[in-house]
């Protein structure tokens, strides 16, 4: 089954500190990945995405993703973290030749950064 | 218009009312996503249009579940006999161009409480 997952509900960094934000999918077919960030009471806002080529994806506000196909993972990461980039993150795979329009979620992951 | 708009922001329905939920994509969007996302959830996929054909409804959960976009723009959402278990936020998103492998554009959503 096609499905994204994000093994963590939460991780705390502090300012200034590198952050990683874990996320895997299933294995089936090539799958166009991405990266999205929620602020609360607000609709979710693109970061990046992986189609195919360079499997390090720089993305906005200096956030980048490294695909890794041989352990099927996704994981977000910034070198160093601001305050401000405290919020729900969803990674999200779309499965080529799957059901059209059928962008797959994960349940999010809370990021906190502590000044 | 600048971004996605919905409306309402908020919706309070009683139990067994219907509602509808309106979706403003940014203008010339071909593609039109609704989003139902539980709480502490990842939005799960509901339906896709492609101009106003609608082209995936799997993700329906019932056929009290019914959505249109007769002009290709604004949306339209409705839920009829609402029960507890709709209550949600209900994110509408659209796309420059067709299918769900491009950066999606969100609203701020629809915060539906069934009482």
């Known amino acids: 089954a096609q499905s994204v997952a994000q093994p963590e509900d939460q991780v705390n960094v502090a300012e200034g500190n590198p952050l990683t934000v874990k996320c895997t999918y299933s294995?089936?077919?090539?799958?166009?990945l991405f990266w999205y960030v929620q602020y609360p009471n607000r609709g979710l806002q693109f970061l990046l995405k992986?189609?195919?080529?360079?499997?390090l994806v720089k993305g906005s506000y200096g956030f980048e993703a490294e695909f890794n196909k041989s352990q099927t993972s996704f994981h977000l990461k910034k070198p160093s973290a601001l305050v401000s980039d405290s919020a729900l993150y969803f990674c999200?795979?779309?499965?080529?030749?799957?059901?059209?329009?059928?962008?797959?979620f994960g349940k999010g992951t809370k990021l906190s950064v502590k000044p | 218009g600048a971004g996605v708009s919905q409306s309402p922001r908020y919706k309070v329905a009683k139990r067994g009312q219907d509602v509808a939920l309106r979706c403003d994509p940014i203008?010339?969007?071909?593609?039109l996503f609704w989003y139902q996302q539980a709480l502490g959830q990842g939005p799960e996929f509901l339906t896709y249009?492609?101009?106003?054909?609608?082209?995936?409804k799997s993700g329906l959960p019932s056929d009290r579940f019914f959505a249109e976009r007769p002009e290709g723009s604004v949306s339209t959402l409705k839920i009829q006999r609402t029960q507890q278990e709709d209550s949600a936020v209900y994110l509408c998103?659209?796309?420059?161009?067709?299918?769900?492998?491009?950066?999606?554009?969100f609203g701020n959503g629809t915060r539906l409480t069934v009482t």
């Open positions: 998103a659209s796309s420059l161009v067709e299918g769900g492998n491009s950066p999606l554009h």
């Open positions: 294995v089936s077919g090539n799958p166009y």
């Open positions: 992986y189609i195919t080529g360079d499997n």
């Open positions: 999200a795979g779309y499965y080529y030749g799957g059901s059209q329009g059928n962008l797959i």
């Open positions: 203008s010339g969007h071909v593609s």
């Open positions: 249009f492609q101009n106003e054909a609608q082209l995936d």
